[in-house]
């Protein structure tokens, strides 16, 4: 019994499960199978039809039809769009290139006057030669579908300034000209000129144009002219010349030295004898490092020189604070003395045995930038004091390396302190001691020439006046130049080695808007000597 009830469950299961399979089947709405959509892809002068499900995207058909695009190419419509039977996609391939285009600058040509020519007649040679300068200019060209369609200017750099061309234009003489002392010799453009006797009696010494102006020295006797010029070796920064300018022609020779920035100047007395200091090219900026060393040499005027690299007068040395740049040196009138100059105080070295004792320690001028302050120095007459510009630290300055305050200083060599001449002279002061001058009570005497920085708290960036005063810092003339001009650039300027024979009076040889004016030193009165507006430097023996 218990068997036949068993059966009779199980097969009214299977009965339940087929009834509810059928009601289940019959409930259901029929399924379709879904139509796909075909469109066509333009692309590289191609066809390629795809077939698609409704609703896909134009990216989903380039991705059927295996087509890479890059991230310049154009495609219509967008990869975005959704897609209908029968559309058509179509591919615009864009390409683009850069060319570097090379365009010439034109040069000017600029006018310089000299009183050398006829007024206003042009010296057809030029003086400087023009050149073109050299532009790159850089675009950016696309091309679709092989098709150049837009050139675009994308830089635009200058890789060669052109350099203009000098000619000279004759212009009235701008003085009425008188008889001077000894030689002066003046750097025009490069080259060597000399004064001698009067201001109209000039001849040039050394032609080319090459002279840098770092040294720029004549002897003595005014026989001779220490320079130097530019060196044709990419290496070397220049080279050490002297030129016989007593011979006709002038006899030039080369001191086979390189690489004098700060110093070279003759022996005291001599005509055949050099001392100068040396420094390292660089590629960064300055452009060197100072050696700080000193050397002597000797040459004669048949071309021989003498060796002297193994023996030093002072050997290479870090030079102090700031050493990198490099110190100067100045001879006492006698000769018998060296003193020397450098960012961080002055001193003497002893030339026999090179030892360097200082004298005034100075607070080092922090300039911020590439190069370093050395302060003017100069002896006086009598070789008993040293003149110079002292730093001094302002009252509450957070650093007193930057202080903008500097004073026209002395400081005797026998014995006794500092004394304090002209306070604010500015940081270019720059004095230079008179020859030895007969005082009216027939005492021998002497004065003192610098320049006074018109705004001295900028004085880094001033201009400047010419001003006298005696040796004591009494009775101070500010002579040139008059109230309401332009002032001076700094310069270390220069007196005359006798008094003018016509005014009777020392004068002071300087710089005024590149030329050189003659400046009565007691009575002011100035004199333009030349008007090319081109000069460098100076040298009156």
Sequence with gaps: MIDE??????????????????LITGCSAPVATQAEISVDIKADGQSFPVDLLPGSSVEQALKAANI???????????????????NQIEITRV?????????????????????????????????????PGVREITYQILHENGQEVSKKQVKNIVVKEPVPQVVLVGVLPLVSHFAIPGKLAYLFNGEAWLLEGRTDNR???????????????????????????????????????????????VKELNLQVNNIVHFA???????????????????????????????????????????????????PNSGGVYGWWGMNFVWSPEGDQLAYTRPDGIGLVDFDTGVMTSTLEILPLQTGEDWAWVPGLSWGADGNYLYTVDHIPQEGSTSAEESPVFDLVAVPLQEGQMIGMVPQTGMFGYPVASPVMQGIDGENNYQ?????????TQSKTSPYKLVVMDRDGSNPRALFPSDGEPGLDPQ??????????????????????????????????????????????????
């Design 5 to 22: 009830m068993r059966l009779y469950h199980q097969a009214l299961s299977i009965y339940l499960v087929a009834l509810s399979v059928i």
């Design 68 to 86: 890479t695009l890059t991230s310049l190419d154009k495609v219509d419509p967008p990869l975005y769009s959704l897609v209908s039977d029968g």
């Design 492 to 541: 270390q300027v220069v007196w005359s080695p006798n008094p003018l024979e016509e005014q009777g009076n020392y004068a002071v040889a300087v710089l005024n808007q590149g030329n050189l004016w003659l400046v009565d030193a007691e009575t002011g009165e100035s004199h333009q000597i030349t008007g090319d507006g081109l000069i460098g430097k100076i040298s009156w023996r």
């Design 95 to 131: 390409t683009e290139e850069f060319t570097v285009e090379q365009e010439p600058i034109p040069f000017e040509q600029l006018r310089q006057p000299t009183e050398f020519l006829p007024e206003g007649q042009l010296q057809l040679d030029p003086i400087q030669k023009g050149e």
């Design 448 to 456: 003192i020439a610098y320049l006074q920085a018109i705004f001295p």
């Design 203 to 249: 001849r040039v010494l050394i032609p080319g144009g090459d002279l840098d102006g770092r040294v720029f020295s004549l002897s003595s006797d005014g026989n001779w002219l220490l320079f130097t010029r530019r060196s044709e070796d990419p290496n070397q920064i220049n080279e050490l010349w002297v030129a016989d300018i007593s011979a006709d022609p």
């Design 265 to 315: 100047d003759w022996l005291p007395g001599s005509n055949s004898k050099i001392v100068f200091s040396t420094v390292e090219p660089r590629s960064t900026a300055p452009g060197w490092q100072a050696n700080n060393d000193l050397y002597a040499l000797s040459f004669s005027a048949s071309g021989w020189v003498s060796t002297w690299e193994e023996k030093p007068v002072l050997e």
